[in-house]
């Protein structure tokens, strides 16, 4: 089976600021129906959701599509992207129309399981407080950040810190109860830091049971939908090297929190000699590992496809 892991917003890049429609949106579903894709993951977040939530602040939040370029959501930048995607996602919900609900929807409708997914600590830019993609909560709590020069990602959020395990399972909370479904995505490697440099085995405790309380949450949706629902979570490609990271996916697997576990790399790089025997040696089982091939492919930001 094919898995596509579809980005939070590349879907909204195809098309000049301020002028998608639905049709836009079913270029990516009409290529799907009949293939070999089982699997739809529907992207929902960076740092800021795309959509609004009442729990993470949005790439729409003080936005103002007739604005343009210079109002103060873009804090200074003249990044074409970062305009498009706020005023694509505002025109679309000003027609009335979610576009993770719609993907979610025409999957199905194509016969393939829609999946949500959650980068659980996306940080892009980090050297830069400025940049319009982090969150005011970003940059109004450095003290909550892993921002040890020598962690191998910058300023990421410090799960250590219960308030951000809390942050994000409401936001996982709020994605159940929003959206229909087959299954919820946690990609760890967006980005892999998540505890201090060093501290992740001492720490990993802390975010096993974020684990086993977002798999509360599943539960519960499970019951209010009335359909089975899934959770998955992507994690480097060793156990060693999750476990380095504070994620003992092992546990996880052992206590069967998640149904599956997707291993890889961080970027655009493929392995082409996954060891998923080490996992299945260390979780005792043949339990479902399924390997993560990254490739970044984005569109022009003129709308011209290459």
Not at 109 to 116: A, D, L, N, Y
Not at 126 to 149: I, T
Not at 208 to 235: C, N, Q, Y
Request: proline share 6%; charged share 25%.
């Amino acid at each position: 089976m094919i898995f596509f892991d579809e980005d939070s917003d590349a879907r909204v890049f195809r098309t000049e600021a301020g002028t998608i429609t639905a049709r836009e949106l079913d270029v990516p579903l009409n290529t799907i129906g009949g293939t070999r894709l089982g699997v739809l993951i529907v992207g929902v977040n960076a740092m800021k959701t795309n959509y609004p939530s009442k729990v993470m602040q949005s790439h729409l939040d003080g936005f103002d599509c007739s604005l343009g370029m210079g109002q103060p959501f873009m804090r200074g930048s003249h990044n074409p992207w970062l305009y498009r995607r706020s005023a694509n996602f505002q025109v679309l919900f000003n027609q009335g129309i979610d576009s993770n609900a719609y993907l979610l929807d025409g999957a199905r409708k194509r016969g393939v399981s829609p999946w949500i997914g959650v980068r659980m600590n996306d940080i892009h830019n980090g050297h830069d407080p400025q940049d319009p993609l982090h969150s005011d909560f970003w940059r109004e709590h450095p003290e909550l950040l892993c921002n040890d020069v020598s962690h191998p990602c910058e300023n990421t959020f410090d799960y250590s810190h219960e308030i951000i395990r809390e942050r994000f399972l409401a936001l996982i909370e709020e994605l159940s109860l929003r959206y229909n479904a087959d299954g919820i995505f946690l990609d760890w490697m967006r980005w892999p830091s998540h505890v201090p440099y060093g501290k992740g085995p001492e720490r990993a405790p802390l975010i096993t049971d974020f684990m086993r309380k977002a798999k509360e949450i599943v539960r519960k949706a499970e019951a209010r939908r009335g359909h089975g629902i899934t959770l998955h979570a992507r994690v480097p490609l060793t156990p060693e090297n999750a476990l380095r990271l504070g994620l003992d996916a092992v546990a996880w697997c052992r206590e069967k929190i998640v149904d599956s576990l997707f291993i890889g790399e961080f970027g655009c790089g493929i392995e082409s000699d996954a060891p998923v025997e080490r996992w299945h040696e260390a979780i005792g089982n043949r339990f479902p590992v399924i390997v993560s091939l990254e490739h970044g492919y984005q569109t022009d930001p003129s709308g011209n496809i290459p």
